[in-house]
């Protein structure tokens, strides 16, 4: 039977903007994306919902936007999902084989499987992500399921996501209202690493870092699988923060000084003389000087890495061979990539959106990393879903807790 084309649908509710945008996968697995709906966003801080009027409003718009842009009557998207409640920790099941039984069965994983997904989460959260990582055969790795070989003892590792359910629940609850239905949830880094990493930069270890306006996220890979992930809820609109509170700017001025001044690297001869805005008439209105706009600035931001870097496994970034690859608005910066190396000691990329039919230019940068991963997203997890089981399942969902 030929495989029909899909049409997939990709929505990041953050905290700077709302964006969704619509993607087809043609039968030869090409993507073409058809649409983008974006508008600014209201009514979330540091990820999460916190004025529900607001953010369903802004939601409204970028369906609109996106319906219009694309042709398409949407009728359900697949929803990133971020927050400092939102934690990823590694697990490993063993199940010993019965007495009698030598070759590997289906069952015998499965019950490898189980166990190491009933990880003890506190009692308010549910699982998002059971993510595969490897199997272990009487001590031996397998990167696939060990199904018919000599053993007797079976080990699954698994990377388990969660977070708190309701938090969850009220942002699915903003888009049932529009009324649409929810494909799956994904934790935004995940789906950022759709986009951002190759398999070849998996397997040399790459650690994804998404800065945005109020939060900033991480996916750690190492071997080709995920070693760590997790939100720290700290982002852009921090720093401009920072800045309105040393020089007692209005927010509005802080963030344009420091978007169009501002410099995180630790440069001196960058932080020379005096930053400027000017008004309609090229007077200047602000005068700040560079020296302390940029130490606001790096402070801020090498504190946010540091953090990130502080929850790193043991010996993991020496292992990182691909780099530190930097995404969202905030990682355009100007010396943000000098900084992060000096945190990091690894090289550092700034990935852009890959080339993708009917992507529009002004699209293609990191700050719509998340949205367009999750297109890759979908088109990986319908793979998935169609193959026999235990043949990929490296990205998923334990089950579905809010009901339908």
């Known amino acids: 039977m030929a495989r029909r084309t899909k049409i997939h649908v990709g929505l990041e509710v953050g905290t700077s903007k709302v964006c969704m945008v619509v993607g087809e996968v043609k039968p030869d697995s090409a993507v073409k994306i058809l649409g983008i709906g974006e508008t600014k966003s209201a009514g979330v801080r540091k990820g999460e919902i916190f004025d529900y009027s607001q953010a369903r409003t802004c939601l409204k718009d970028a369906l609109a936007k996106a319906e219009d842009a694309s042709d398409v009557e949407i009728g359900s998207v697949f929803l990133a999902v971020t927050g400092a409640h939102i934690q990823g920790i590694n697990n490993r099941g063993t199940f010993r084989l019965p007495d009698g039984d030598t070759v590997v069965a289906p069952e015998h994983v499965e019950e490898a499987r189980n166990i190491a997904r009933e990880v003890h989460i506190p009692q308010d959260h549910v699982y998002l992500h059971p993510i595969i990582r490897n199997y272990w055969l009487d001590g031996l790795e397998h990167s696939t399921s060990p199904v018919g070989l000599f053993g007797r003892t079976v080990e699954a590792d698994f990377h388990v996501v969660h977070g708190i359910g309701t938090r969850i629940q009220n942002s699915i609850k903003l888009v049932r209202e529009m009324p649409l239905?929810?494909?799956?949830?994904?934790?935004?880094?995940?789906?950022?690493?759709?986009?951002?990493?190759?398999?070849?930069?998996?397997?040399?270890?790459?650690?994804?870092?998404?800065?945005?306006?109020?939060?900033?996220?991480?996916?750690?890979?190492?071997?080709?699988?995920?070693?760590?992930?997790?939100?720290?809820?700290?982002?852009?609109?921090?720093?401009?923060?920072?800045?309105?509170?040393?020089?007692?700017?209005?927010?509005?001025?802080?963030?344009?000084?420091?978007?169009?001044?501002?410099?995180?690297?630790?440069?001196?001869?960058?932080?020379?003389?005096?930053?400027?805005?000017?008004?309609?008439?090229?007077?200047?209105?602000?005068?700040?000087?560079?020296?302390?706009?940029?130490?606001?600035?790096?402070?801020?931001?090498?504190?946010?890495?540091?953090?990130?870097?502080?929850?790193?496994?043991?010996?993991?970034?020496?292992?990182?061979?691909?780099?530190?690859?930097?995404?969202?608005?905030?990682?355009?910066?100007?010396?943000?990539?000098?900084?992060?190396?000096?945190?990091?000691?690894?090289?550092?990329?700034?990935?852009?959106?890959?080339?993708?039919?009917?992507?529009?230019?002004?699209?293609?940068?990191?700050?719509?990393?998340?949205?367009?991963?999750?297109?890759?997203?979908?088109?990986?997890?319908?793979?998935?879903r169609a193959a026999p089981p235990g043949l990929f399942g490296r990205i998923g969902r334990m089950f579905w807790p809010f009901g339908r």
């Open 181 to 384: 239905e929810v494909d799956d949830i994904v934790f935004s880094p995940i789906a950022t690493a759709q986009m951002a990493l190759d398999r070849e930069q998996r397997e040399r270890g790459a650690l994804v870092i998404d800065i945005g306006g109020g939060t900033t996220d991480y996916a750690l890979y190492l071997g080709g699988v995920i070693t760590a992930s997790g939100c720290i809820p700290v982002g852009g609109d921090h720093v401009t923060n920072d800045i309105h509170l040393v020089t007692g700017l209005p927010f509005s001025k802080a963030e344009r000084l420091k978007v169009t001044e501002g410099d995180a690297s630790a440069d001196p001869a960058r932080s020379v003389g005096t930053a400027r805005l000017t008004d309609d008439r090229g007077f200047a209105e602000v005068e700040v000087s560079r020296a302390v706009l940029n130490e606001v600035i790096r402070q801020r931001l090498e504190e946010t890495l540091n953090l990130i870097r502080a929850r790193m496994p043991a010996g993991s970034v020496e292992a990182i061979g691909a780099g530190v690859f930097l995404t969202g608005g905030t990682s355009l910066m100007r010396g943000f990539s000098e900084l992060a190396f000096d945190v990091f000691g690894r090289d550092i990329y700034r990935p852009e959106i890959p080339e993708i039919s009917g992507i529009q230019s002004s699209f293609k940068d990191p700050r719509y990393a998340t949205a367009i991963g999750l297109i890759r997203y979908a088109q990986i997890l319908e793979t998935e």
